[in-house]
């Protein structure tokens, strides 16, 4: 198949926005497509050469491709980086000194799709030494025998830039009424899509047989499915209304959503929310989850969560970018270890659960993993009222999430791969704070630590003084910010201070390991301050049933020996700062 045919329709959607115009455009282009050839044809469109789980990425930088086009035009480099400033795209001035060339040569070969396919799927495995050398050959090799409007997709192509602005469901579209007579079939293509997330195979598929190629398409552990996604709604009242009065409310952590396959070999492979194969970013998990599931074949969801191993608090999102990287992945495993919050199982042993209602999914999901610390359920409640949900959505904050999601129980509660839709709605805060103000406060427990802190403890319990009742009420429970000095000398410091019940100064819903007589005074910054149905700090002031906490709270390293318990921050200024907060947030909306 002549490039020339691919470039034609590239030039037809290019002069257009109008989605039906485009997916004309399409039609013709499939149709005039040998079978064989579909499939990359329909990635080429895309600006790719494989589904993006396979991890093959094409996109050479802009640098080697003005070299390839200096030496295929036989100019030299700064000629073509002074002719890019001028067009202001490398595309254009591949296809001007194209032009000039092809007057000047006489033999050319015409490019077909194979070649150019070819030629760029080498130069996107090219590895290695001598890679960059070989890159820039294979480029300007296609390039000599390339027209100059060839000339200009081949290098948008090739750096990344083709952006056509071809969306997914156009391509089905399109595919939909060339191969199965009418765009009303794209529902079922559509489905082989999400549960295969490779368009190409769903267009080889159509291509080859019709509709009854994609009939066949089933959930395939090691393919990513696209994911589910959820609607967003700005209150409990609205959420509990859309999905029927009732709802599994579950906490929306602040990870990254990671979808695990485990395959009968005991291979694990992850896939991101964008389906890029992100395995090698997570060993730990692949251990866990080898560990971990039970099912010998399974597909499942969960939110990975960077933790502070000793408290197994969760950290705050930008804790687990640190993952993202190539090297050293070792030493960051050790320093952000994850924690798994399964949230959703698709399937389990040779049964696809993506059409079954989710309490039944939830169920499998249950027997399939074996918990531990670092393997969890995402905690979850069965919500009916507003206040249910609202006293949730707050402990869900204070826990350092981002909000909940609430999904529907009804019996079509399937798994809507690849859609954004009612049956989960999510509640997040739609604002964010710093508190920039340090706080001093009271220790008045501690919980047990474990791992590196067994034998000390893994987190204090802390109160702010409330002058009217002489209380002190708690606020935060803190385990982050602690050096290994400042761990061993926990102990000793609270040795005089450890009574066997919370002190009858001390006001707490939590029952801590240890209680102290409030003496120790610490300083702590935090995040934010939020409502909290937990915390007795300012119990009942804003909110009947709710206190103020501080969230990510984290010890700056001063212990305030100078400071009584009675001088620690008072409830009365905790909740000054919380309304200033408000007001800030207020002026800035
Ligand atoms: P956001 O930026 O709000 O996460 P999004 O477009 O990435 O938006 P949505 O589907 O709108 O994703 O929101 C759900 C996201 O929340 C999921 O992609 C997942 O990463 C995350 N999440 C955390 N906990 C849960 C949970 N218990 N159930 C479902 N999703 C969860």
Redesign the pocket.
């Known amino acids: 198949m002549d490039y020339s045919l691919l470039v034609e329709a590239y030039q037809r959607i290019d002069s257009t926005t109008k989605r039906l115009e485009i997916t004309d455009h399409l039609v013709d282009l499939f149709k005039k497509t040998p079978v064989e050839l579909v499939d990359k044809v329909v990635y080429l469109t895309q600006g790719k050469l494989y589904p993006d789980y396979m991890g093959i990425e094409l996109g050479i930088a802009e640098k080697l491709a003005v070299k390839a086009v200096a030496m295929a035009a036989g100019v030299s480099e700064p000629k073509v980086d002074r002719t890019v400033k001028e067009l202001g795209d490398l595309g254009e001035t591949a296809a001007k000194f194209m032009g000039k060339r092809a007057q000047a040569t006489l033999f050319q070969e015409a490019l077909t799709v194979e070649k150019v396919y070819d030629g760029l799927d080498r130069i996107a495995r090219a590895t290695g030494e001598g890679a960059q050398d070989l890159k820039i050959k294979i480029l300007s090799g296609l390039l000599s025998n390339a027209s100059p409007d060839e000339a200009k997709y081949l290098v948008r192509t090739v750096t990344g830039r083709l952006r056509l602005g071809v969306a997914d469901m156009t391509i089905l579209d399109a595919l939909a009424i060339a191969f199965c007579g009418s765009k009303d079939l794209r529902p079922m293509l559509e489905r082989a899509y999400n549960l295969s997330s490779d368009l190409g195979g769903v267009a080889k598929a159509v291509a080859e047989r019709g509709v009854e190629g994609v009939k066949g398409f089933q959930v395939t552990v090691g393919k990513p499915i696209r994911?589910?996604?959820?609607?967003?709604l700005p209150s409990a009242e609205e959420i509990l209304a859309k999905i029927g009065g009732k709802g599994l409310a579950?906490?929306?952590?602040?990870?990254?959503?990671l979808q695990i396959h485990k395959l009968a070999n005991g291979e694990v492979m992850i896939f991101s929310?964008r389906l890029e194969n992100i395995t090698h970013h997570y060993p730990d998990v692949c251990e866990l989850a080898r560990k971990h599931v039970k099912a010998d074949e399974v597909i499942l969801?969960a939110?990975g969560v960077a933790i502070n191993p000793d408290s197994g608090e969760m950290l705050p999102f930008q804790e687990l970018m640190h993952r993202r990287r190539k090297y050293g992945i070792e030493e960051a495993m050790e320093q952000y270890p994850i924690a798994l919050?399964c949230?959703?199982l698709l399937y389990a042993d040779g049964e696809d659960y993506t059409l079954k209602p989710l309490p039944q999914r939830r169920r499998k999901l249950e027997k399939a993993i074996k918990r531990s610390e670092r393997v969890q359920l995402?905690?979850?409640m069965v919500a009916s009222s507003v206040e249910e949900l609202e006293k949730f959505f707050e402990k869900a904050i204070e826990d350092g999430?981002?909000?909940?999601?609430v999904?529907s129980m009804g019996s079509d509660s399937v798994y809507q791969a690849g859609a954004?839709g009612w049956l989960?709605i999510?509640y997040?805060r739609d604002y964010k704070s710093v508190l920039t103000d340090t706080v001093d406060l009271v220790a008045v427990g501690a919980f047990h630590g474990r791992g590196k802190r067994a034998g000390t403890y893994g987190a204090l319990l802390m109160a702010a003084y409330d002058k009217k009742s002489d209380l002190f009420k708690t606020v935060c429970k803190v385990g982050t910010g602690f050096t290994d000095e400042d761990l061993a000398k926990l102990p000793k410091l609270f040795k005089d201070n450890v009574i066997p019940h919370r002190h009858a100064r001390v006001e707490s819903q939590l029952e801590a390991d240890v209680w102290f007589v409030p003496a120790v005074v610490l300083e702590i910054v935090g995040a934010e301050i939020t409502l909290s149905p937990i915390h007795t700090c300012a119990m009942n002031r804003i909110r009947a049933g709710s206190g103020l906490a501080i969230r990510f709270p984290r010890f700056t390293g001063r212990y305030r020996t100078d400071k009584a318990p009675e001088d620690a921050t008072t409830v009365e200024e905790i909740v000054e700062m919380y309304l200033r907060q408000l007001k800030k947030i207020e002026a800035e909306a």
């Open positions: 994911p589910m996604l959820a609607e967003r579950e906490y929306k952590y602040d990870g990254e959503r929310r969801e939110e919050f949230f959703d995402s905690q979850a999430c981002e909000g909940v999601v999904k954004r989960w999510k997040k």
